[in-house]
């Protein structure tokens, strides 16, 4: 939606999820004088053509990490923007560093004023920067400020995920010529002007994860339409590793419970390895996985919140930091973001019945992860700071009750 913006007019975007995030977006375009219309459920159309002001001030843009992705289009346009530093979920230090030097390397000069960015430029130009770890937000933004820079861009040791790529397809068909030159190496030729475009995003991979886990959580089965095969490749191998039953036709996914499920040992790591937005919901699937199951979490410092909840609804769950040669290697945050009280990796010991309980969401997917949990156990679960879950998810409470799940959303 907001490299929508570096266009000369207006583009269509289809399969877009009702999410909260993406209203948030959509509100904020308009804030800033731009047009969002909602055509159909999931198509939007965006025409940036009457943006007039450089100044992000919506408050619920703090919320997210979409803030900054606003940089670069008002850059382009005015020279110059002022956007909230980057929220999100409480899933650990978002390290800022990466993306702003980046930033400064293609001429910027970044200034950070209390919980804002002043960004200026009177103009962008192509340069050579390497990544010091893997950034899919960084990667992202480096590449709507290469699309319109003068010169070209060599990006290197950039992020691999497939929602990468799928930017990459939506810039190149608005004009921009962007390749991967090999797996972490992406070459950008910059041009004058982007036109609009019209792209089908594609599908969501996470929510596809989340609904397998919910079937093997409860013991059943699900088939789940449209999704990529390579996208959910190390989520497959440990469907494998755990007993779970995984079959395919065509872009539809089966997946069931076939018998009791085995531990497993999982360590999170960017593309392509086991995401760590999956390790939540599969936690709760391997509460009732027979053995001792760890999970080792690589891509941020503190993202067990979520675990402490678990805990409540009778999870037999142990918090440890293993044995680690080279930290900086291993781990894709920044060490200095480390502290004594987080915990990089579980242990799980199952198959342990869960019990009901009133529990907190703190993030998306530690959210979905309880909501899982809920499933399982015997007896009425409630589940608080929903916004959390509705941010990422498009009315997940009604897709579970049309599944048979038992599930009421209370209004405050």
């Not at 799980?348 to 309980?357: C, D, E, V």
């Not at 009133?358 to 309880?370: F, H, K, N, Y």
Request: glycine share 8%; net charge negative.
């Amino acid at each position: 939606m907001i490299a929508a913006l570096l266009a000369d007019g207006p583009s269509v975007l289809e399969n877009v999820p009702d999410v909260e995030d993406v209203r948030i977006v959509a509100r904020v375009i308009e804030a800033l004088g731009g047009c969002v219309t909602r055509s159909e459920a999931t198509t939007w159309i965006i025409d940036p053509r009457s943006i007039r002001e450089a100044h992000v001030r919506h408050c619920a843009l703090a919320r997210t990490r979409a803030s900054l992705f606003f940089i670069v289009p008002l850059l382009v346009r005015f020279g110059e923007a002022f956007v909230p530093t980057p929220g999100g979920d409480r899933i650990g230090h978002r390290p800022l560093d990466r993306v702003l030097a980046g930033l400064e390397a293609f001429g910027a000069r970044v200034d950070v004023c209390g919980e804002y960015l002043r960004v200026r430029a009177t103009h962008l130009h192509g340069a050579r920067y390497r990544f010091p770890k893997n950034t899919h937000t960084g990667t992202e933004v480096l590449l709507l400020a290469a699309a319109c820079a003068r010169g070209e861009t060599v990006l290197e040791n950039a992020a691999q995920e497939p929602e990468v790529d799928d930017l990459i397809a939506f810039l190149n068909a608005m004009g921009a010529r962007i390749r991967r030159a090999d797996g972490r190496t992406i070459r950008i030729e910059g041009v004058p002007q982007l036109q609009g475009a019209c792209h089908r995003v594609m599908p969501d991979r996470n929510e596809a994860v989340t609904f397998a886990c919910a079937a093997l959580a409860t013991k059943g089965e699900i088939e789940i339409e449209e999704v990529r095969r390579p996208d959910v490749r190390a989520f497959l191998s440990v469907l494998e590793e755990i007993g779970a039953g995984s079959a395919w036709r065509g872009t539809t996914w089966r997946v069931w419970y076939r018998g009791p499920l085995r531990s497993a040992s999982i360590r999170t790591a960017p593309h392509p390895g086991f995401m760590t937005d999956w390790q939540p919901p599969m936690a709760s699937v391997l509460t009732q996985a027979h053995g001792v199951s760890i999970i080792h979490e690589t891509v941020f410092e503190n993202r067990f919140h979520y675990a402490r909840e678990l805990q409540q609804m009778g999870a037999r769950i142990e918090f440890f930091n293993p044995p680690v040669e080279d930290p900086d290697a291993v781990y894709n945050f920044n060490l200095d973001d480390d502290r004594p009280e987080f915990f990089h990796a579980l242990r799980i010991f199952g198959p342990t019945p869960l019990r009901p309980a009133t529990v907190r969401a703190t993030d998306i997917r530690g959210g979905a992860a309880l909501i899982l949990a809920a499933l399982a156990a015997h007896g009425e679960s409630v589940i608080e700071g929903i916004e959390h879950v509705e941010r990422g998810y498009a009315q997940l409470d009604v897709a579970l009750r049309a599944l048979g799940a038992e599930i009421e959303r209370e209004n405050p």
